[in-house]
């Protein structure tokens, strides 16, 4: 069964009503599918960070790692994710759902912001095959899970790929998030139903005059 788990990191959940949603997760996670959905449940605008970067770049992102490398990309992730927390604060924007991309944890300053951030962020677990079957239908857009001339892994390379990346980046994925969504074997409309119950709950006890939390 599906399990909604609170973070083992104790944290001062923000009551702060321009607070954004921010969803991390590995790669097939179906952070943008989510986010997409729950902004339009919540009637929030809705952020894709891949977008942005592919935006700001004018590039693909295989194009961004293929001709800039990855430290640029992570470059660009951080500062675009600083620059929407930004612009969505000063404007004042009430609860704007934030997709982000797979490896922002891998950066050390986008980990602090994220844990610093007034925001909820929320980790859309995935397990390993889950994440390979789902990523398969994108083709070839995500470069780390390409090989040369950006062709896909072969399906065995692929998923040997997956269950390395995950398992160096699930420390920083839980160290990050305040809330956990498993997704395996759910719907995006499943999961969204989760998030709603699950944000419902919480901005429900925070509100509550006796609460401590
Ligand atoms: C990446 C994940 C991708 C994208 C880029 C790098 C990663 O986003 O940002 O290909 O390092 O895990 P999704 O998680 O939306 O696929």
Redesign the pocket.
């Known amino acids: 069964m599906p399990t909604w788990q609170p973070s083992e990191r104790p944290t001062a959940l923000s009551n702060d009503p321009a607070a954004a949603i921010i969803l991390i ?5 179906g ?2 599918a989510v986010g997409r959905e729950l902004a339009r449940r919540l009637e929030q605008p809705f952020y894709d ?2 977008d942005l ?1 592919e935006r700001e770049a004018a590039l693909a ?1 295989t194009a961004i ?1 293929r001709s800039l490398g990855e430290t640029y ?1 992570r470059t660009l ?1 951080l500062f675009l994710l600083r620059r929407l927390l930004t612009d969505v604060t000063v404007a004042g924007t009430a609860a704007p759902v934030i ?1 982000t ?3 922002i944890v ?1 950066t050390p300053a986008a980990r602090d912001l994220l844990r610093r951030v007034a925001g909820t962020v929320i980790h859309l677990r995935v397990d390993a095959t889950t994440a390979a079957r789902r ?1 398969a239908a994108d083709g070839a ?4 899970l390409n090989g040369r001339h950006d062709i896909p892994l072969p399906e065995e390379n692929r998923l040997r790929k997956i269950q390395g ?1 995950l398992h160096s980046r699930r420390p920083c994925y839980e160290a990050c998030s305040r809330l956990v969504a498993d997704t395996d074997g759910l719907s995006v409309i499943e999961v969204v139903d989760r998030l709603i119950t699950a944000l419902g709950n919480r901005s429900a006890t925070a509100s509550r005059p006796d609460s401590n939390t």
């Open positions: 997760g590995f790669m097939g996670s952070k943008t960070l891949d970067i992102i790692f990309f992730e997709a991309g797979g490896g891998t990523v857009t995500r470069p780390l990346l």
